[in-house]
């Protein structure tokens, strides 16, 4: 049996065909996302959503051919941003993507829009929400254009995942609570209508929230109809696809990164918690330091004339270089120090390089001690989850860390537990094949079927 899987992320959109006896990820087909709309102002960053539905209709009809008996259709996305529709599923605006910065640009008297967000969200109001409110959110998005009054009339407001998934359909918008971060009151998985009305907007309609098993419609792909499900955030699929369990401390280190653990029950603390699945939550922590700060670094010594470095890392690759110099230094010893913190996130917004020495300021020992502040970055983060340090072992997923095991054996000496890495290439793709295995084959919870899939990668050489 087959379904098709989609994720409509930040740079890409990609589809594959979800093969479940035995359950894997192929014929992976990539679409590069559309570019923001010309012309825009600056931190603006809006998308032409017919650019959007135009690169997932392309790759569905790319795979068409290798999923002709294919069941279903499951997607993932981008989570937070906006796109306002009509009750039909018509886009009424572009999509202002997460990216968008528009919120923290000063006004006339130096206060930003997100200031003014936060002077109106009370701390009750804010647990409830998940501690999700952030700048790049769909609240954030639309209290910014109910103070400008330019919400349309009987607008739905979505996430990109709900809005493709209602055009596949051609319906009204339709997501898993998942999908929208900050949006959803916890205490009852469905919409904060409370909050949106104190913040001005509670005139706006909203997606659709169905259970991950339950079809948001029927989509025709190639000529064929088949049942569309509803749109899951990419976070809580990439973790899926992780094959994450309660008690794993998940680390993912990509571009962005975040420290995750499975949570029963809502327990309010210094993280995010977000909707995951089979009922349960997510307690996250965003924004660490990760391959984005990483890269300010390779930026740095790329640029440098004159030196061996320099001429070793102007090739298309430069990681095998530095990761052989890192193991280099580390064999040597080195007292050199970074803070990764170039951009704002939960552990400050200012970076540094100190302690350097004459013997001591190399690619090497830059990127060794880069990985150093990403491990205690990691095990501060990790405290703020689970204070007691109770958790079983760690996950490791994304691409960074999967390819230096030396940054690897850093964060696991610094938290002091066993590990595993996830050997999936495709995270997303197979937490949507997760789902589509529980819809198809009844396992008990979607969980159950991410473990189902994990184990069986372990039994062909895989991580445990």
Same mark, same amino acid.
């Given at each position: 049996? *087959?379904?098709?899987?989609?994720?409509?992320?930040?740079?890409?959109? *990609?589809?594959?065909?979800?093969?479940?006896?035995?359950?894997?990820?192929?014929?992976?087909?990539?679409?590069?996302?559309?570019?923001?709309?010309?012309?825009?102002?600056?931190?603006?960053?809006?998308?032409?959503?017919?650019?959007?539905?135009?690169?997932?209709?392309?790759?569905?009809?790319?795979?068409?051919?290798?999923?002709?008996?294919?069941?279903?259709?499951?997607? +993932?996305?981008?989570?937070?941003?906006?796109?306002?529709?009509?009750?039909?599923?018509?886009?009424?605006?572009?999509?202002?993507?997460?990216?968008?910065?528009?919120?923290?640009?000063?006004?006339?008297?130096?206060?930003?829009?997100?200031?003014?967000?936060?002077?109106?969200?009370?701390?009750?109001?804010?647990?409830?929400?998940?501690?999700?409110?952030?700048? =790049?959110?769909?609240?954030?998005?639309?209290?910014?254009?109910?103070?400008?009054?330019?919400?349309?009339?009987?607008?739905?407001?979505?996430?990109?995942?709900?809005?493709?998934?209602?055009?596949?359909?051609?319906?009204?918008?339709?997501?898993?609570? +998942?999908?929208?971060?900050?949006?959803?009151?916890? =205490?009852?998985?469905?919409?904060?209508?409370?909050?949106?009305?104190?913040?001005?907007?509670?005139?706006?309609?909203?997606?659709?929230?169905?259970?991950?098993?339950?079809?948001?419609?029927?989509?025709?792909?190639?000529?064929?109809?088949?049942?569309?499900?509803?749109?899951?955030?990419?976070?809580?699929?990439?973790?899926?696809?992780?094959?994450?369990?309660?008690?794993?401390?998940?680390?993912?280190?990509?571009?962005?990164?975040?420290?995750?653990?499975? %949570?029963?029950?809502?327990?309010?603390?210094?993280?995010?918690?977000?909707?995951?699945?089979?009922? *349960?939550?997510?307690?996250?922590?965003?924004?660490?330091?990760?391959?984005?700060?990483?890269?300010?670094?390779?930026?740095?010594?790329?640029?440098?004339?004159?030196?061996?470095?320099?001429?070793?890392?102007?090739?298309?690759?430069?990681?095998?270089?530095? @990761?052989?110099?890192?193991?280099?230094?580390?064999?040597?010893?080195?007292?050199?120090?970074?803070?990764?913190?170039?951009?704002?996130?939960?552990? =400050?917004?200012?970076?540094?390089?100190?302690?350097?020495?004459?013997?001591?300021?190399?690619?090497?020992?830059?990127?060794?001690?880069?990985?150093?502040?990403?491990?205690?970055?990691?095990?501060? +983060?990790?405290?703020?989850? +689970?204070?007691?340090?109770?958790?079983?072992?760690?996950?490791?997923?994304? =691409?960074?860390?999967?390819?230096?095991?030396?940054?690897?054996?850093?964060?696991?000496?610094?938290?002091?537990?066993? %590990?595993?890495?996830?050997?999936?290439?495709?995270?997303? @793709?197979?937490?949507?094949?997760?789902?589509?295995?529980?819809?198809?084959?009844?396992?008990?919870?979607?969980?159950?079927?991410?473990?189902?899939?994990?184990?069986?990668?372990?039994?062909?050489?895989?991580?445990?």
């Amino acid at each position: 049996m *087959k379904y098709i899987g989609l994720d409509v992320g930040s740079s890409s959109v *990609k589809g594959a065909v979800l093969k479940l006896d035995p359950p894997s990820v192929g014929d992976v087909i990539r679409a590069d996302f559309p570019a923001a709309a010309p012309g825009l102002p600056p931190r603006r960053y809006e998308v032409e959503p017919g650019e959007i539905l135009a690169a997932v209709r392309g790759v569905l009809e790319s795979l068409a051919p290798a999923a002709t008996d294919a069941q279903g259709l499951f997607l +993932c996305g981008q989570m937070g941003g906006l796109i306002l529709t009509d009750a039909s599923g018509r886009a009424l605006s572009r999509y202002v993507s997460w990216m968008d910065s528009r919120l923290v640009e000063p006004g006339a008297d130096g206060v930003t829009e997100f200031e003014e967000l936060e002077r109106h969200i009370s701390a009750d109001v804010r647990r409830e929400l998940g501690n999700e409110v952030r700048p =790049g959110l769909t609240f954030s998005y639309l209290y910014w254009l109910a103070r400008r009054g330019e919400l349309p009339p009987g607008a739905t407001a979505a996430s990109l995942p709900e809005f493709v998934a209602g055009s596949l359909c051609g319906a009204a918008p339709a997501g898993h609570a +998942c999908c929208s971060p900050g949006a959803i009151h916890l =205490g009852t998985l469905d919409w904060h209508r409370d909050a949106a009305r104190e913040l001005g907007f509670g005139d706006v309609a909203w997606p659709r929230l169905l259970e991950a098993l339950e079809p948001a419609g029927t989509a025709c792909v190639a000529g064929r109809e088949l049942p569309c499900y509803p749109g899951f955030g990419d976070h809580p699929c990439a973790l899926l696809g992780a094959g994450i369990e309660e008690g794993e401390l998940s680390i993912n280190v990509s571009t962005g990164s975040q420290a995750s653990i499975v %949570a029963p029950r809502h327990e309010p603390g210094p993280y995010q918690t977000r909707p995951f699945f089979d009922g *349960k939550l997510l307690n996250t922590v965003t924004h660490i330091p990760a391959g984005r700060a990483l890269n300010v670094l390779v930026r740095l010594v790329t640029e440098m004339a004159g030196t061996r470095a320099a001429g070793e890392l102007s090739g298309a690759d430069p990681w095998p270089y530095i @990761l052989a110099e890192a193991a280099r230094a580390e064999a040597r010893g080195s007292d050199l120090e970074t803070r990764l913190t170039f951009f704002p996130g939960p552990l =400050g917004d200012r970076g540094a390089i100190s302690g350097i020495h004459e013997g001591n300021l190399t690619v090497g020992d830059l990127f060794l001690a880069a990985f150093r502040d990403m491990a205690r970055s990691y095990d501060i +983060c990790a405290s703020r989850l +689970c204070p007691d340090r109770s958790w079983r072992r760690v996950v490791f997923s994304g =691409g960074l860390v999967a390819r230096a095991p030396l940054l690897r054996r850093e964060i696991e000496q610094k938290l002091g537990s066993p %590990a595993r890495l996830a050997t999936v290439e495709e995270d997303t @793709l197979t937490g949507l094949l997760a789902i589509a295995l529980a819809a198809a084959q009844g396992a008990p919870t979607v969980l159950e079927a991410a473990r189902q899939i994990r184990l069986r990668e372990a039994g062909a050489g895989g991580a445990p």
